[in-house]
């Protein structure tokens, strides 16, 4: 008999983790998948591990007793809608078959224990599916027991290897004490040195445009750099920063950093010197965080008509589906977005992802009138906020949300200063959304005469026919109310008739 309760537009993957054992839940809604459920439990299975590669029964019995929570969740799902995989510990492990039947019994469903050159290439697929890199990507993901590190372009990993490091292993070998001395940190930096010195000469000789983090490590990072007000790009000076502040406590039991989660505190020292050692062997020279991870990748897979389209678009897509956003209109501010800031880029030393932001930007920038008129803006930017958007980095989804909140009426002169290093961008960019919006009011095609733009000395000079400007008091006067806004900013903008 079939079941009728099942629900055939939502997917399930489970991830049994080294350190932490993860559920993630997806809807597909208007050709994109909408996050709807995730779970995390930490179990630190590979903490159970002996020397002799045998699991403990106390950690199968944690692992188990997650896995009881997480079945419940997965009645509804259509088993071939459902996808569960094991990564390094029940790789090592050599009674993993124990833990394995036990474990199928109570979710109902098989477990596929992944090896790591396969656990590589996806966690690859995962970050290329909800990023929108272009050129070659190294991509790192620090696990509890295994460290992935791949090179590949577009949807194709070119160089992909699994690593036996980890930051539960390395907690257990080389924090055993829990002291943050700088003894037990050089240690684990020569151990994962040594490891990694097979794979250097090949990965340096292929080289990347752009290092993506895909591990909590990463994040966790990211996270004390935020609460200390600096940028999201992780630098190998600022790891050794951060690595400085955790030897200023005794042990890692009274670590107590700003920005680092209770959570990550116990393997956050382990996983920073792994993350130490492969900056300084692969000569990283800045990495940001991915959007994606092996969870994504196994999901993706599984979807075969969301594997081969541009994910920006995709998303964008989605977004104006939803939220029942004017197309046309959306498409006219940013065509006109485009014309200004062509005149502009060079000047301003503006590449094609810039231009994309902007671009992106405009798209999205009427999505809060579905909410109400009066605040929209306010309301597209908090969707924005809240919602995931696959092929955007943090920084570039943070960036397109404060565009769209402030692309009309008031704005203060510390508007984008959350945004850190990229404040100075989108101060650029948003007063080119401005003037698209503004100059897109009548929501019509073909209305306008030609615009040209220039700037010298931070002022904008936006020339226009004077009789087409005589001809529309309105658009006059939308324009000079947009003067003041920018001037009020302390930004200058001439209308030149």
């Known amino acids: 008999m079939v079941n009728s309760s099942l629900q055939d537009d939502l997917y399930a993957v489970i991830d049994l983790g080294s350190n932490s054992f993860h559920m993630?839940?997806?809807?597909?809604?208007?050709?994109?998948?909408?996050?709807?459920?995730?779970?995390?439990?930490?179990?630190?299975?590979?903490?159970?591990?002996?020397?002799?590669?045998?699991?403990s029964r106390e950690a199968m019995e944690r692992g188990w007793e997650c896995l009881a929570l997480f079945a419940e969740r997965l009645q509804d799902i259509p088993a071939s809608q459902v996808h569960i995989v094991a990564t390094a510990t029940l790789r090592l492990a050599t009674n993993a078959d124990?833990?394995?039947?036990?474990?199928?019994?109570?979710?109902?469903?098989?477990?596929?224990?992944?090896?790591?050159?396969?656990?590589?290439?996806?966690?690859?697929?995962?970050?290329?599916?909800?990023?929108?890199?272009?050129?070659?990507?190294?991509?790192?993901?620090?696990?509890?027991?295994?460290?992935?590190?791949?090179?590949?372009?577009?949807?194709?990993?070119?160089?992909?290897?699994?690593?036996?490091?980890?930051?539960?292993?390395?907690?257990?070998?080389?924090?055993?004490?829990?002291?943050?001395?700088?003894?037990?940190y050089d240690a684990a930096i020569r151990a994962a040195k040594q490891t990694l010195a097979p794979i250097i000469e090949q990965y340096i000789a292929t080289g990347w445009d752009y290092a993506a983090g895909a591990s909590g490590t990463v994040q966790a990072i990211q996270e004390i750099m935020v609460a200390q007000r600096q940028d999201e790009t992780l630098t190998l000076d600022k790891l050794h920063d951060i690595r400085e502040l955790t030897t200023q406590y005794n042990s890692i039991d009274e670590l107590q950093l700003p920005g680092l989660s209770e959570e990550r505190r116990l393997v956050f020292v382990s996983g920073l010197a792994i993350?130490?050692?492969?900056?300084?062997?692969?000569?990283?020279?800045?990495?940001?965080?991915?959007?994606?991870?092996?969870?994504?990748?196994?999901?993706?897979?599984?979807?075969?008509?969301?594997?081969?389209?541009?994910?920006?678009?995709?998303?964008?897509?989605?977004?104006?589906?939803?939220?029942?956003?004017?197309?046309?209109?959306?498409?006219?501010?940013?065509?006109?977005?485009?014309?200004?800031?062509?005149?502009?880029?060079?000047?301003?030393?503006?590449?094609?992802?810039?231009?994309?932001?902007?671009?992106?930007?405009?798209?999205?920038?009427?999505?809060?009138?579905?909410?109400?008129?009066?605040?929209?803006?306010?309301h597209g930017a908090y969707i924005l906020r809240n919602t995931d958007m696959p092929g955007f980095t943090r920084q570039q989804h943070s960036l397109v949300a404060q565009l769209v909140r402030f692309h009309k009426g008031d704005v203060s002169e510390d508007a984008f200063e959350s945004l850190g290093a990229h404040e100075r961008l989108a101060t650029l960019l948003v007063r080119i959304l401005r003037l698209a919006v503004t100059l897109s009011m009548r929501r019509k095609d073909d209305v306008l005469p030609e615009l040209t733009i220039e700037e010298s000395a931070d002022e904008l000079t936006l020339h226009i026919d004077k009789q087409w400007l005589t001809s529309h008091p309105l658009m006059l006067s939308e324009l000079q109310q947009e003067a003041i806004y920018q001037r009020n900013a302390g930004w200058k903008l001439t209308i030149s008739q």
């Open 98 to 184: 124990e833990f394995k039947e036990r474990a199928e019994q109570i979710l109902g469903h098989p477990i596929n224990v992944i090896s790591g050159e396969e656990e590589a290439k996806t966690i690859y697929q995962g970050v290329a599916h909800t990023s929108a890199c272009s050129g070659k990507q190294l991509v790192i993901d620090i696990g509890g027991a295994s460290t992935e590190i791949v090179i590949g372009e577009g949807q194709q990993a070119i160089h992909y290897t699994s690593l036996h490091m980890g930051c539960v292993t390395y907690l257990e070998t080389y924090f055993k004490d829990g002291l943050l001395s700088d003894a037990n």
């Open 275 to 378: 993350l130490i050692s492969i900056f300084e062997c692969l000569q990283v020279r800045a990495m940001g965080l991915a959007g994606g991870a092996l969870r994504e990748g196994v999901l993706y897979n599984m979807i075969p008509q969301l594997q081969r389209q541009d994910i920006r678009q995709r998303t964008i897509d989605s977004f104006l589906t939803r939220y029942h956003v004017d197309r046309k209109q959306a498409e006219r501010v940013a065509c006109i977005s485009q014309l200004l800031i062509e005149q502009l880029k060079e000047q301003w030393q503006l590449g094609d992802t810039e231009v994309a932001l902007l671009s992106a930007a405009a798209m999205l920038h009427e999505l809060g009138l579905l909410i109400e008129y009066k605040q929209y803006p306010r």
């Open 24 to 55: 993630l839940i997806a809807k597909t809604v208007a050709g994109s998948l909408q996050t709807i459920g995730r779970v995390k439990r930490k179990v630190r299975l590979a903490a159970g591990l002996d020397e002799h590669m045998l699991l």
